[in-house]
């Protein structure tokens, strides 16, 4: 081997580990993001318990739940849309339980104009999901308090203006006969990582296919 050919070659060989290097990055991604969305799939089709003592997002997550108690006066209205429904909004509510806790309740979808529409309060049984919903940025409007339009579901921020915990469940299933539309928890979680792996990895064999091109030009040249 010639001086010429040995900066290629540690150029195609660094170049080479780098690409394996982060296609199995992406092959551990894998394993672990497939853990996390098998446990979450997992929580939300496990039978429903009761609401934890003290339950956090940390610990509780997407937990199954059912709660009895009392829905209070009080909703505040998140604009969204719904496929197939058009735009409307999420109607979220303060629920005390037979404890003494108040916990938000996210009802469910209403068209945009039923947002005003008189809704009973008082007894109500729910099946749903403890959930923490991570929806504001930067980009995020605040709320117009005065018209009662929320842009996303800022759980601390709307236990202050309901005097609840930080707490929310959304709804499955109600025995409130004029309830909104359910919109359980879904999860969009993307897992993309095997096709990021495939990737880096065609593309360690075509560094590897490009490197062994270019040492042979130069072999060629040399001789």
Do not use: C
């Amino acid at each position: 081997m010639t001086r010429r050919m040995i900066a290629p070659l540690i150029f195609g060989i660094v170049g080479v580990a780098i690409l394996v290097a982060l296609g199995t990055w992406q092959v551990r991604r894998l394993t672990w993001k497939t853990a996390i969305l098998a446990e979450i799939d997992a929580r939300l089709a496990a039978a429903p318990v009761e609401v934890p003592p003290q339950p956090t997002r940390e610990a509780d997550q997407y937990l199954r739940v059912h709660a009895a108690g009392t829905l209070g006066p009080g909703e505040l209205h998140v604009y969204t849309s719904v496929e197939s429904r058009g735009v409307g909004y999420r109607v979220i509510a303060p629920m005390t339980l037979a404890d003494g806790r108040r916990l938000l309740l996210d009802r469910g979808f209403v068209p945009i104009g039923e947002k005003d529409a008189a809704r009973a309060t008082g007894p109500i049984a729910v099946t749903g999901s403890l959930a923490w919903p991570q929806e504001t940025d930067s980009f995020t409007s605040p709320p117009d308090r005065a018209k009662n339009i929320w842009f996303a579901r800022d759980v601390p921020l709307m236990a202050a203006a309901l005097d609840t915990l930080p707490v929310m469940i959304v709804v499955a299933e109600s025995d409130a006969p004029d309830a909104p539309m359910p919109l359980p928890v879904t999860v969009n979680i993307p897992n993309d990582h095997l096709q990021y792996a495939i990737t880096w990895f065609l593309l360690a064999v075509v560094w590897t296919l490009m490197t062994g091109y270019l040492l042979y030009r130069i072999k060629r040249r040399i001789d």
